[in-house]
Every structure is written in structure tokens, then in C-alpha cells.
């Protein structure tokens, strides 16, 4: 293949370009908050399950707190009408009346009963609430934390998108009238060797594997005419020649 030394020039200010926003994506892709982010949403996610136990239990033991509620005041009531009962004489059977009396006592042990369970469901439902509030306050850390990473992600991706729409726009003028066979066989190579597709000769080496050119090599190179396209015997990358290739 032939091309115009002065195009085959160009070309390693296209692949500059070139690894330059290969570079620039790479920065975008692994950015430090990306990780941060990451590491900050399964952490939250974790006390976010935590928070969803504990809320359920919450639910669960107010509901049980009613219950206790609910069942001492029936008791309660139910003492109250025998107690007023009795105090009004409404009870004058002797029997009766013995056997309102100990039912009282039943009451009153039963009420007692009672209210330990609702005192035991009461420092169990405190207890949950407690651990509720304390998942809800660190939720609300982890939000805090996610958007000031998220902002910082964001100020640094705008500013690294900013270098790439510069460095695209600066690579579309150093293609412009390139030779299309030149350009296609570059685009190939880059592709198949890493992102770098052309290379410097420069100081009796390649740029792009670092091999070393011996004298009979160079003094071939020096002979071959200036447009011919020259390809790396090692990498097999194109090689383009420059005014430090010490030839």
C-alpha cells in the first residue's frame, strides 16, 4: 500500500487522538465514585432490609400492644360492673355474693396478668422502635453520602465528556482527507491490536511493541520510497516513519 508520507504523518495524530479518548473513557468508565457509589448502594440496601424487618415488627407488636390493651380493658370492665354491682346491693344471695367476691379476686389477678403481658409487649414494641428509628437515621446518612457522590461523579464525567467532545472534534479534523485504504487498514489494526493501530519508527524502534531495528533493517528502510506504507515485522502494526526514526 501507498500513501503520502505527509498523510502517513497525520495518521499518528489520529491515533494520538485515538488513545487519547480510549483513555478518556477509561477514566469515565472507572471513576473512583463509581466504585464509591456502588460499595454506598449495597450498604444501603442492607439497611434497607434491616429497616423493612424492623418496620414489620413494629407493626406486628402494635398490633399486639392493642390486643393487650383491648383485653385488660375488657377485664377492667368487667370488674368494674361486678364492683358496682355489689356496691349498689344489687347482690343479696349470700352465694351469689361469695361467689362475686371471688370472682374479683380472679379478676384482679387476671388483670395483673394482663398488664405484664402489656408491659412486656410495650418495652418489646420501644425496643423495635428504637432499632427502626436508628436504621431510618442511617438511611438517611447513606442518602446524604450517595448524592454527594453522585455529584461529584457527575462534575467529574461532565468534565472528562467535555475532553472527549474535544478530542473527538480535533480527531474528525486530523481524519479529514485522509486516504480511505489507509484509513480502513488502520481502523483494523486498531482493533486488533489493542487500540493502537499505527506507530512511530522512532530512535531505531517501534512505538508500538518496542522492537529494536538493526542497521541491515534500517538501511532496507531507508531504501524503500517514501509512500510506501511500511508494517511492523513484529507487531505488524503500520510504521511510520518520522524525522527522529534514525534513519
Known sequence: MKADPFAQLKLLDVQELDSRQDQLRHRLSTLPQIAELKELTAQRRTVEDR??????????????????????????????????RMDQGLITNPKDLERMQSELVSLERRISELEDIELEVMEKLEEAQGDLDGFTRQLAEYDEKIAAA???RDEAAAEIEQQLAEAAAKRQQAADGMPEDLMT????LREQKGGVGAAALRARSCGGCSLQLNSSELADIAKTPSDEVLRCEECNRILVRTSESGI
Open 150 to 152: 453522585t455529584s461529584t
Open 185 to 188: 487498514l488502520y481502523t483494523r
Open 51 to 84: 429497616a423493612a424487618d424492623a418496620r414489620i415488627l413494629v407493626d406486628d407488636l402494635t398490633r399486639e400492644q392493642k390486643r393487650s390493651d383491648a383485653d385488660v380493658e375488657q377485664v377492667k370492665a368487667r370488674r368494674k360492673r361486678d364492683q358496682d
